[in-house]
């Protein structure tokens, strides 16, 4: 049975209210059954929009781009898929507009665009961060990540947490972006939260659920988590909420070390999972030895996902040497 959290259910039946209200309106004033045709009008364009985007399940090749994308540089590319983040630098002050993100798609209509969002690390350039903010001040804010400066592990299942991660996907839907790219969902994993493996499925659920009432593109809303492959194992309705999954150093990892094919067939055991139930599967592996990137890219294809090789700064980008099976 899917996870359903009590704050999603009163999210959702307060959507439901709202609606019925309205339509009461309309009935009752001419004036608002003129808003409503307005309204009816934007819904059918947004629904003539989301079917020129090309299907999920037939991107073949994307990019990743999270500090300070050049919006410009993209718009231009011929890439599927981009994830982006929702912002130039991660302030509120300098977050895209809707009309920046439909000149990405100018070029290419079928293009998708997807925002990134860490929802199991807080980070300080982030619009959310408050001065003074530190660890255990607020209470779900914890310990550093020593490999990434400004980040901290964040207790998740906690709804002030929770609440800051809504705000900001309102504002990704109001920018919009065809999806979100969840990062951290693997912050289960890590010895603090311990226990708390049910409270990130149910996060990441009620989250999808939230976007896809709110966005215009409804259920195509694309839910793409990233890492933390093994929940397919045993969460079936976990793979048939998501719209895909990203697996980072399934062939290389940061940087130029190969892993071994242990490693390899581990990732894919469960990556496969994904694949069978008709989701997307992108890889994303750390190389700039030529060899080593056209290793992954060989690899990832051959298994039937979407490979993109690029740097672990994510902050350009990156083509290969001549090696990938559809060059952008």
């Not at 049975?1 to 339509?23: C, D, E, W």
């Amino acid at each position: 049975m899917p996870f359903v959290s009590k704050q999603t259910i009163i999210r959702l039946l307060s959507v439901a209210l709202v609606t019925l209200s309205g339509l009461a309106y309309v009935a009752c004033d001419s004036g608002i059954a003129g808003s409503a045709r307005g309204v009816s009008r934007a819904r059918r364009i947004a629904g003539m929009q989301k079917a020129s985007r090309l299907p999920w399940n037939k991107v073949r090749n994307w990019a990743y781009w999270l500090d300070n994308p050049d919006l410009k540089q993209l718009g231009a590319s011929a890439f599927d898929l981009l994830v982006i983040d929702a912002s130039a630098d991660g302030s509120a002050a300098h977050a895209f507009t809707a009309q920046q993100i439909e000149m990405v798609r100018r070029a290419n209509p079928q293009r998708r665009v997807v925002a990134y969002l860490s929802i199991g690390q807080a980070e300080s350039y982030r619009g959310y961060w408050q001065p003074g903010w530190r660890p255990g001040a607020p209470d779900w804010l914890g310990a550093p990540d020593s490999a990434w400066p400004g980040n901290y592990w964040v207790k998740y299942w906690q709804p002030a947490w929770q609440e800051l991660i809504y705000r900001y996907l309102d504002a990704i839907v109001a920018a919009g972006f065809d999806g979100v790219y969840l990062d951290r969902v693997d912050a289960y994993q890590e010895s603090y939260a311990a226990g708390h493996e049910q409270d990130m499925l149910r996060f990441v659920t009620d989250l999808a659920r939230y976007a896809r009432v709110h966005s215009p593109s409804g259920e195509d809303f694309g839910i793409i988590v990233q890492n933390a492959e093994e929940l397919a194992g045993s969460h079936p309705d976990y793979v048939r909420l998501v719209t895909g999954i990203a697996r980072e150093e399934v062939y290389v990892q940061a940087t130029d070390i190969p892993t071994s094919r242990a490693e390899r067939a581990q990732a894919e055991r469960y990556l496969d999972l994904f694949l069978q139930n008709g989701r997307l599967v992108l890889t994303v592996d750390y190389a700039s030895r030529p060899g080593l990137i056209c290793s992954a890219y060989q690899l990832s294809r051959a298994k039937g996902y979407v490979p993109y090789v690029t740097d672990v700064g994510l902050d350009r980008l990156q083509f290969d040497p001549g090696c990938r099976y559809d060059k952008p």
